[in-house]
């Protein structure tokens, strides 16, 4: 979260924030299928169905009316993988080249694999807009949905405990000052699972 004291610095941040120029990084914890590729971007529609939820629509769909009166969005996010079952099985980001990206643009409803091997894949995301629910969505559609995130089909219970809250964590804001112009990340404190899962990684 983001607060300023004058009223001409928070138009500066309003319109950096609509003109996608502030770049955000978040880091879930999830449990599902292993991706493919260590470094995904999924694009897609985002809305509301018939019932009032949140879900994902083929990017085709984005400008068509829903019944509810709303409008299909664009979403977009890239996912890097960092670690399977604990190990880094993948290259450090500053290592993947851009042809090592695997593209999804999303046409049709995700079918979910109940047979499939269950993984815990730790992930980070950099959302490319600012949709409700993004993250989740788009994980919950591309097999691995986030530890404790029950709406999205994330797991209750996990290895003999359960999780009553989705762990998925706002880790970063890079953005020019408003003032200054000079480049500025903020950091949030990592929770305890994020802490612990990528300790593991630098080990």
């Given at each position: ?125 950099f959302p490319r807009s600012g949709r409700t629910h993004q993250i989740r969505l788009h ?9 404790g995130d029950v709406k999205y089909e994330g797991v209750y219970e996990w290895k003999g ?43």
């Amino acid at each position: 979260m983001v607060i300023t004291k004058s009223h001409k610095v928070a138009s500066v941040l309003v319109k950096a924030f609509t003109n996608h120029k502030v770049q955000k990084t978040y880091v879930a914890f999830c449990i599902g299928s292993v991706p493919k590729s260590e470094r995904i971007t999924i694009k897609s529609g985002h809305g509301r169905s018939k019932f009032g939820a949140w879900r994902v629509y083929a990017a085709g769909d984005v400008g068509r009316k829903l019944p509810g009166g709303s409008i299909v969005r664009d979403m977009e996010t890239t996912f890097e993988v960092l670690s399977i079952n604990g190990q880094q099985n993948y290259k450090e980001q500053s290592e993947c080249m851009e042809d090592e990206e695997h593209s999804i643009v999303v046409e049709e409803k995700a079918v979910t694999d109940v047979d499939a091997n269950k993984d815990e894949i730790l992930v980070r995301a950099f959302p490319r807009s600012g949709r409700t629910h993004q993250i989740r969505l788009h994980c919950q559609y591309l097999g691995f949905p986030i530890r404790g995130d029950v709406k999205y089909e994330g797991v209750y219970e996990w290895k003999g405990r359960t999780y009553d809250a989705h762990e998925l964590h706002a880790e970063s804001l890079t953005f020019q000052h408003p003032v200054t112009g000079f480049p500025l990340l903020i950091q949030a404190p990592l929770p305890l699972w994020a802490s612990q899962a990528l300790q593991l990684l630098t080990d």
